[in-house]
Every structure is written in C-alpha cells, then in structure tokens.
C-alpha cells in the first residue's frame, strides 16, 4: 500500500472513530489489510464492539499494529478480536469508569495476565471520579518486569491508600524498571522504591483525615 | 478453544499430519489439547503463570520431537508425560518460595449465602490439593479429573498399576476425610 | 465403598474440572503457534536421526548416533545462525537503563501531554520512524531527525501512561529502543520497548 492511501486510510479511520458508534455501525472502516477476507471481519469486529459501546480506537490501533508488523491478515483478526474481549472485560471489571484511557489500560493488564479481580480492587481504592488508568498502567508494568502480580497491586493499593498521586505511583514503576535493568531482582526493587515512595507521603492517620468523602480502603 | 471436558477424543491421524509437517493439523491437536493441558498444569502447579510456561515449554517440545512419536503410539499420555516433567521441574525449581494458589479470577465476593459457602468448599479443595505429595497429586488428577485410564497414566508416570492404584486411593482418603469436616460445616 | 465418598470425589473432580482460570488465553495460544512456526525446521539429518531414533540400538549404538547427532546439532545450529536474518524488534544495543528523555509540563496537570524525546543511534540508516500506540502504528507518520553525529531523534507529547513502542528503521525493519525495558506481544510474536510517561 502506498504511503499516500496509507495516510488517506488513517484519516477515515480517524474521523470514524470521532463518529465512533453511528459511523461504523453505518459504514465499516477500512483498514489496509491486505488479506480482503481476514479484512472485512476485523472491519466487522470494530463495527460490533461499537455497536456494544466499546470504544474502537484501541482496537485500530491494535489491527494497524498488525499491519506494521507485517501479521497475517488471520492473526490481526484474532487479535482485534481478542482486544475487544478483553476491553470488555475490563468495562465491566472497572465499573462504572467508561474513559478510553481506563479501558485501555485495563485490557493491556488483562492481556499480560493480571486478574481481573486486581482490576475491581483498584478501582475500588480511589473514588469513582478519579482515573485508575496509570495506576493499572504501573501494575501492568509492574508484571510485566516479573514482580507477581498480588505484590504489585499490594504496593499500588497501599500506594493509592495514602493519597499518593498518579505521578509518584508512576514514579515507582520507572524506578523499578530502571532497577530491574540494572541487574536487581524485582521483588527487592519494588520493595525498596515502594518505601522511596511511602516515604514522601504523610502520615496514614492524616491521609485518612484529607481523604476526599467516599474513598473506599482497599 | 475452552473445551476441558475430558476425553475429549483426539482425531487420530492428527498427531500422524502434525508429524508429517502439517503445520494445521498441529494447530488443531494445541486446540483440543491445550485447554486440558493447563487445567492439569495449573491443579499441579498451583499458579497461572507457572502452568502457563509449563504448558507453552510442553507444546515446544513436543512440536520438536514428533518425528520421535512412534506412528502406532497414543497422543494423549505421550503430550501428559512430557507436561507432567514439566510441572514437577519447575515445582521443584519453586519448592523453596512459599506456596501460594492462585487459580486466577477469585469468584466474585459478597454473593448469596449458598455462593459463599461454595466458595469455601472451592477454596478448602484447593488447599487440599495442594497439600497432597507430588506423585498423588499427579495421580489423582489424571484418573479422576483428566479421565485416564490406569494404563495411560501408567504409560505417563512410568509407574506400575498397583502402585498407581494406591496413590489414588491415598490421594482419595485424604480428600474425604478432609472434606467430610466441610460437608458437615455446611 | 459407601455411596456418600464416591459423591464426595464427584464433587471434587467437578470443582476441580471447574476451576477458574482454566480457559486459555487466545493470546497465548497464538503466541505458541508463532513460536513453533517461526523456529528453524529441524535439518533433514536431525529428521533422519529421529527415524532411526526408535529401533533398539546397543549402548555403543546409541552413543555413536548421540555422538553424531551433537555434532549434527553443532554445525546445523551455527549454519541456522549465520543464516537468519537479523532478528526483528531485538534489541540492537546494550541495556542502558536511559529511558526515553521527558519534559515536565506539569502546570497543566496530571493528565496533560508530556514532551518526550526518542532516540535510535543506527548511522547506517536512511529514514527512521517512531511507531506506538500513541499513534495507531503508523509507520511514516512520525518521523525522526537525523543529527550530524548519526543519531536520530524525535520529540513527541504523549499522554501519561505507559506506551509501547518502536523504531521503523527504512520502512522494513522494526527494532526495539536498546535505551528502554522490553514489552512481550501475545498477539504479534513482536516485542516492543515500553515507556511510562507522566507529569515529574
């Protein structure tokens, strides 16, 4: 496919998913897919996972990555197909958050295998109001770096507990990772930056006293 | 994909396909195969991650050596033989952490009274289980979960019949008797 | 044996039959057929050795046939080396442990845009582009800058969180950051590199 269809393509796709239920639910996307029949059924799967209320642009994004990738036109199918199950899932995990940003974050914990029962656990930690996404981001990459997932969502509950903010969680993840590359073993990272972290934060007692009505303990 | 019933027959000629390079028919026994595979990986192992790479190494492995499957030999306890030495290597490797089960999604919480008292019993056979030594564990799972004749198991464990026997009826004692004290709760 | 443990065990192979957690990943399946499928073929000696494999060989048999099929291994191994292309997305350099270089915009907010700046040191090539899921993998769409010194580089606002990505080097040939931790790929057998970008 040439670069100038390439760019047309990512237009329309751009400009459906603004649209998102009512365009695709009216006319499938294109997607340059060069397998036509692999095509027309990821098209079709965006098109029903709109239809659902799920929203689509992770879910072109995860077919155009396919594309990059140079997959086959079938495993680009069961990819999207795959993603959309798991964004899904993660809508009814995260309950009632419907941002894109949480769904998203919540189907890449699922893909990388954290329990979806991790998933309720967060989101139960902050108010409704507040975006779970970067913590669920810092537990996926938590994992993601072989830290088991019941010790990450520990250290990010407590973390979330105390009134932590998305960046000082988001600076633990960093700080393990760059612990973990160095040669550390990943348990002891997140045990030593966990601390870092707590340690910056006030006191339990005067967490719970500026705590806004309704956050729930984890 | 989600098929664990057991006994689920596996077409013959596959493994003979898979053997011959037929990628599709390979596809086709990871398909009916793989579900099973991880139940038993993960009622062995006692975590997802670990059954998962037991599983995933088991396939590799056995992809590798079709050409050593003989032609008139049986799928089934050639695949459950190579993921049995799967499991026990790498609870050997884990032996020194702490156990710890995690069977992925825990039923959800806070549901009726009947729900919660199963959930106990889910979670009490689960503990049991994992207390059971190796090779009943192994055992048991095999004839009774997995459905296997004592000669499959046999065939996978490299171990006589009578003795295979004895490990299921042990395996079988601790679980009644352990469980009878929940039954009773209930 | 008294019918009330029979009933008991049922009970037991049930839940056990039952257990959550059970239901395979599609994602990992896929990934197992991609791993099979793209490792080398075994060579036609290993094949004819395995055909050979099963008849009852003597010890001294066996451990000539063993013998030979180390040395077989040896020189086919080396031989599928040299042979492969240079794998895709492998990391091209050292771990470093530098993560891509962000700009704080932290008057804005948490969940404002952070500056943040790519780099591929690959003086050999001729056009490099970043591709992530910040912008749907779009190769080409955002390219990067060649300095003097051969260097490449980019700077791009990504919203807090953690992106996977990587570097499209000459249109073909997709390779991970050696500055940032890798990200596994169930569902294309790519591995990506992965950065976590918030307000500092």
């Keep these: 496919m040439s670069m100038h269809r390439r760019v047309l393509t990512l237009v329309s796709l751009a400009l459906a998913s603004v649209s998102a239920v009512p365009a695709l639910a009216q006319g499938p996307v294109v997607l340059p897919i060069a397998d036509a ?81 991790m998933l ?42 105390r009134g932590a903010t998305p960046s000082q969680i988001a600076s633990l993840g960093t700080s393990v990772q760059a612990d973990v590359a160095a040669g550390l073993a990943p348990d002891a990272a997140l045990e030593v930056r966990a601390r870092g972290v707590m340690s910056l934060l006030p006191s339990p007692a005067a967490a719970a006293a500026s705590a806004p009505s309704g956050q729930r303990r984890p | ?75 089934e306890p050639w695949l459950f033989r190579i993921l049995a030495n799967r499991c026990r290597s790498l609870m050997e490797k884990r032996r020194r952490h702490a156990v710890v089960i995690q069977y992925g999604e825990v039923p959800e919480r806070g549901g009726p009274p009947a729900a919660e008292t199963e959930r106990d019993w889910t979670e009490e056979v689960y503990r049991i289980l994992a207390t059971l030594p190796v090779e009943q564990k192994e055992a048991f799972l095999l004839r009774h979960v997995e459905d296997m004749a004592y000669e499959d198991i046999a065939a996978v464990t490299g171990v006589g019949l009578s003795a295979l026997r004895m490990r299921v009826k042990r395996a079988c004692d601790v679980l009644r008797a352990r469980l009878s004290e929940v039954i009773r709760d209930e | 044996m008294s019918e009330g443990p029979d009933l008991l065990i049922e009970r037991v192979r049930s839940t056990l039959r039952e257990a959550p957690g059970t239901v395979p990943d599609p994602r990992r399946v896929a990934q197992l057929l991609s791993v099979v499928w793209e490792s080398p073929e075994p060579s036609a000696l290993r094949r004819w050795l395995d055909a050979w494999r099963v008849p009852s060989l003597s ?38 442990g530098e993560f891509p270089v962000q700009f704080a915009s932290a008057t804005l907010g948490e969940t404002a845009p952070v500056l943040t ?83 500092r």
């Design chain 1, 37 to 117: 029949k692999a095509r027309v059924a990821v098209e079709r799967e965006i098109a029903r996972a709109a239809a659902r209320g799920l929203p689509v642009q992770p879910l072109i994004a995860k077919a155009m990555e396919g594309v990059t990738k140079q997959a086959t036109g079938e495993r680009i199918q069961v990819a999207v197909a795959s993603a959309a199950k798991r964004l899904e899932q993660a809508r009814t995990l995260l309950a009632p958050s419907t941002s894109v940003a949480e769904l998203t974050s919540g189907a890449d914990a699922l893909a990388i295998g954290v329990p979806g029962a």
């Design chain 2, 1 to 75: 994909m989600t098929d664990t019933r057991p006994g689920t027959s596996i077409d013959p000629t596959l493994p003979l396909r898979a053997k011959a390079g037929d990628r599709q028919a390979f596809a086709q026994l990871v398909d009916v195969m793989y579900p099973r595979s991880l139940r038993f990986a993960l009622h062995m192992v006692g975590n997802r991650e670990d059954a998962e790479e037991a599983v995933q190494d088991t396939f590799v492995r056995v992809y590798h050596n079709l050409g050593r499957f003989r032609d008139d030999a049986r799928f």
């Design chain 3, 59 to 96: 010890g001294v048999g066996a451990t000539v046939v063993a013998g030979i099929a180390l040395f077989a291994g040896f020189l086919t191994r080396g031989a599928v080396d040299e042979r492969r292309a240079p794998e895709p997305f492998a990391a091209t350099g050292s771990q470093t």
């Design chain 3, 117 to 199: 700046q790519f780099v591929l040191d690959d003086a050999k090539a001729q056009r490099v582009s970043l591709v992530g899921d910040f912008n749907d993998w779009a190769a080409g769409a955002t390219p990067l800058t060649r300095l003097e010194s051969g260097v490449w580089t980019v700077s791009v606002p990504l919203p807090p969180g953690r992106h996977v990505y990587a570097f499209l080097v000459d249109d073909t040939l997709l390779v991970t950051d050696p500055r940032a931790p890798k990200s596994g790929d169930a569902d294309y057998g790519r591995e990506g590199s992965v950065v976590m970008v918030f307000a």
């Design chain 1, 120 to 161: 309720k656990q967060i989101r139960a930690a902050w108010p409704v109001e507040r975006s779970v996404a970067m913590p669920i981001d810092v537990l996926t990459e938590l994992v993601a770096r072989g830290i088991p997932a019941r010790h990450a969502l520990e250290q990010i509950t407590v973390l979330m507990a």
